[in-house]
Nanobody
Framework: QVQLVESGGGLVQAGGSLRLSCAAS????????MAWFRQDAGKERQFIAV????????YYANSVKGRFTISRDNAKNTVTLQMNSLKPEDTALYYC????????????????WGQGTQVTVSS
C-alpha cells in the first residue's frame, strides 16, 4: 500500500503561481511512477503530468506544457508540481497518483490516489 497526501492548493489570481506537493508513505516510493491529474465539477479526470520512477523523464498535457513542472525527490518521498502562469481554466481539484514502475497517461491505470487539493484561479 502507498498512502498519498497532497498539499499546497489555494486561491490565486490569474498569472500567479502555486506549488503542489504530494507526500508518499508506505512501500518503496522510488519504484512508482507518479502523476498529477485534475478534475473539475462534472468533468472527467484529466491527465496533467507524470514523472517516471527514476525521475529521468516527464510528460505533460498540452494544456500545461511550458507552465507546469513536475519533479520528485525519492530521498524525501515527495513529488511536486510547480504551476506558473495560472489561468482560470486551471481551476480544479488536483490529485496525486502512483503506479508501480511504468508511467501512464490514463487515470484508470493508477493504483493509489491522494484525497486531492483544490486550486482556484480567479480572473
Amino acid at each position: 500500500q502507498v498512502q498519498l497526501v497532497e498539499s499546497g492548493g489555494g486561491l490565486v489570481q490569474a498569472g500567479g503561481s502555486l506549488r503542489l506537493s504530494c507526500a508518499a508513505s508506505g512501500r518503496t516510493f522510488s519504484g512508482y511512477a507518479m502523476a498529477w491529474f485534475r478534475q473539475d465539477a462534472g468533468k472527467e479526470r484529466q491527465f496533467i503530468a507524470v514523472i517516471t520512477w527514476s525521475g529521468g523523464t516527464s510528460y505533460y498535457a498540452n494544456s500545461v506544457k511550458g507552465r507546469f513542472t513536475i519533479s520528485r525527490d525519492n530521498a524525501k518521498n515527495t513529488v511536486t508540481l510547480q504551476m506558473n502562469s495560472l489561468k482560470p481554466e486551471d481551476t480544479a481539484l488536483y490529485y496525486c497518483a502512483a503506479r508501480l514502475w511504468t508511467s501512464s497517461l490514463q487515470h484508470v491505470d493508477y493504483e493509489y490516489w491522494g484525497q486531492g487539493t483544490q486550486v482556484t484561479v480567479s480572473s
